[in-house]
């Protein structure tokens, strides 16, 4: 399988606290295609900052984040603004839905700014939220929708860009059990059917039984890296 | 879909937006009226001067604006009608006029007067003198009695048929001496006129200053009062520098003119608080907004959105506030303006005595003029950018993941 993202003595440090913060320390990953990884560990660990660094949202202190064959600890951030859009889909925990768009036109939006041609969008868009289960709402805006269905929208423009992957900060950890299994059956769907590589971190025992690989970060190294045969 | 985004965004909290776009409308008419009053009462100021005083263009001896004396006079020969009679499609019509200071007297009575020798035809159609007659009648072009101000003819206790008597200086120091019937009385509310003028027609006043085919002023008015300055300097072109001058109202009225832009400054710096404070308005509901939206931005910002694009955003979202503002400001301001223009307000009592002394019309007068209104929106428009850009470099300055963890 294709190595879609590889990490090479990757460390972090905060130095604008009273005391250094090693959030990563020498973290050596390989992320292949149409992973289903869960990044766990206890909070304080550097799930998120991993999540960061690799999403091009942070720098790393010292060491690589090679996607696509390319450093991306060494781009400009005018490029990483393209590198992201391009390349990567976000799911955050809170959704981040833009409350005055539709689930449409949210699930547009990342579209629209990689100026594909409207025609390709909608379709795109309605394919997706189709495939979240959402088509018929389509043009209900995200306080009409109820938390799981708005991650479900979030999960479809996440996907609808054609990311190389996706990286989902704690997307289940402010829903029901109910609407967060009804999402995770959609990721797994969609990780198996369209090959995508998901990378989430996460505290939720749903998730990591759902994981095909289990990533344990311990004070921001890696403890443990375990692969799992699911269905 | 920036700009339906935009749009949308500012719709998110309805009354503050209301009330902000509120604040740039109540501006807006406040400083239109208050502009477009402003405006009216400078014109209004201006007509009525140039009226009675000036007219809109004069051409006069080169030396008699500094020193305004009989000895100063300009021959009204055949150059200076030659020279006007070239402009004759830009010029409405002239106004030849001599005027000088004597004394008036009835037997042992004595009175400063302004004697002005006028062609009547001409002069009634800047000022309208014979519609101020009182008494008796104005005399014609080849008459040869005077018509004096009421004020003048109650001090010297004069009548219609009396003889007036005037003694004076005329050009060349030579004694100006003379004998006129008066045949009309003329009443002026401003005092200083009232009390001292007399009119002859226009060849008795050069006779009377021993000044034949002089005048002191050659007043023009023109068809297009905007073209004053061109037409001055193409006059001008065609007149001998050394001996004559032609100077437009503003030169001749510097006092006013200052007044006028004293008057604008201070206007303009009243309309310009009311700008302040609703620039301010909409900065706090710009800046409130973009606070209240920190997380999202950071979240547009994570998923790929460019910096320009967000900035964009804002900026339209800055613009359509002042936009909103000022439609609605020019929607209402212009029926208000309409209204007071064609019933103005009016001055009563003292105030009115007053204004009408100086031969104004005791009214607000406001006018609707198309510069107010766009000046006036372009000023809104130039702060709502300014706050825009504000807003921009903000979005610029954001950092990604402290706005999304906000």
């Known amino acids: 399988m294709q190595t879609v993202i590889k990490t090479e003595s990757l460390s972090k440090t905060y130095t604008n606290t009273a005391v250094p913060v090693h959030a990563l320390k020498d973290v050596n990953l390989e992320f292949k295609q149409g992973e289903f990884t869960a990044i766990v560990g206890p909070s304080g660990s550097g799930k998120t900052t991993f999540l960061n660094v690799i999403g091009g949202l942070d720098k790393p202190t010292e060491g690589k984040v090679v996607i696509d064959d390319v450093d991306i ?64 709402k389509l043009h209900v805006r995200p306080s009409q929708l109820s938390g799981g269905q708005q991650q479900r929208v979030a999960v479809a423009r996440a996907l609808a860009s054609k990311p190389d992957f996706v990286l989902a900060d704690e997307p289940t950890a402010n829903l029901d059990t109910e609407s967060a299994f009804n999402l995770l059956d959609i990721m797994a769907r969609l990780n198996k059917e369209e090959n995508i590589t998901l990378i989430f971190s996460t505290h939720d025992q749903r998730v990591i039984d759902r994981a095909k690989r289990v990533i344990t970060l311990v004070d921001g190294a890696v403890d443990k890296d375990e692969h799992f045969k699911r269905n | 879909m920036f700009f339906i985004l935009a749009w949308r965004n500012i719709w998110r909290n309805k009354r503050r937006t209301l009330i902000t776009v509120s604040s740039v409308l109540f501006a807006y008419v406040l400083a239109t009226a208050l502009l477009s009053f402003a405006e009216g009462f400078q014109r209004q100021l201006k007509e009525t001067m140039i009226r009675q005083e000036t007219g809109y263009l004069q051409i006069q001896d080169a030396y008699y604006f500094d020193e305004p004396s009989l000895d100063h006079t300009l021959e009204y020969g055949d150059n200076v009608k030659q020279a006007v009679a070239e402009f004759d499609e830009e010029i409405d019509y002239v106004v030849p006029r001599i005027q000088g200071f004597s004394l008036a007297a009835k037997e042992m009575s004595t009175r400063p007067a302004m004697v002005t020798g006028i062609l009547p035809g001409q ?162 509901t710009i800046l409130t907004m973009l606070y209240e939206r920190m997380q999202e931005f950071g979240i547009l910002l994570s998923i790929g959105m460019k910096r320009i694009q967000l900035g964009i955003i804002g900026l339209i979202e800055t613009i359509l506030i002042g936009l909103l503002g000022t439609t609605a400001g020019v929607l209402t301001a212009l029926p208000i303006v309409y209204i007071f223009q064609q019933f103005p307000i009016k001055f009563t009592g003292e105030m009115a005595e007053y204004i009408l002394r100086f031969g104004m019309e005791p009214v607000f007068p406001f006018v609707i003029d198309k510069h107010i209104f766009i000046n006036q929106a372009y000023t809104v428009f130039g702060i709502t950018l300014l706050i825009g850009l504000y807003t921009m470099r903000k979005m610029y300055s954001i950092q990604i993941l402290e706005a999304a963890k906000n």
């Open chain 1, 73 to 136: 600890a060494t781009m400009k951030e005018s490029q990483l603004f393209d590198f992201r859009l391009r390349h990567i889909g976000f799911v955050f925990q809170a959704y981040n839905l833009i409350p005055v768009l539709t689930a449409v036109e949210n699930v547009s939006f990342i579209m629209l700014l990689q100026k594909k041609p409207k025609k390709e969008m909608e379709q795109r868009a309605r394919e997706m939220l189709d495939q979240v289960g959402l088509s018929e």
């Open chain 2, 123 to 284: 002069e009634n159609k800047i000022r309208n003198l014979s519609g101020n007659m009182v008494r008796g009648e104005m005399f014609s072009e080849d008459d040869d009695f005077a018509v004096i101000a009421k004020g003048l003819a109650d001090l010297l206790k004069l009548d219609i048929g009396d003889t007036l008597i005037l003694i004076g200086q005329g050009y060349q120091a030579v004694t100006a001496t003379g004998m006129f019937e008066v045949g009309g009385i003329i009443e002026f509310q401003l005092p200083e006129q009232n009390n001292t003028a007399v009119f002859l027609p226009l060849k008795e006043a050069q006779w009377y200053f021993a000044a034949d085919n002089r005048l002191t002023n050659l007043i023009i008015m023109p068809a297009d009062p905007d073209q004053i300055n061109r037409l001055a300097s193409e006059l001008q072109s065609r007149l001998d520098d050394e001996w004559y001058t032609a100077k437009t109202w503003k030169e001749l009225m510097p006092d006013m003119v200052g007044l006028m832009q004293m008057q604008n400054t201070v206007y303009t710096g009243i309309a310009w608080i009311f700008y302040i404070i609703v620039g301010f308005g909409i900065f706090g």
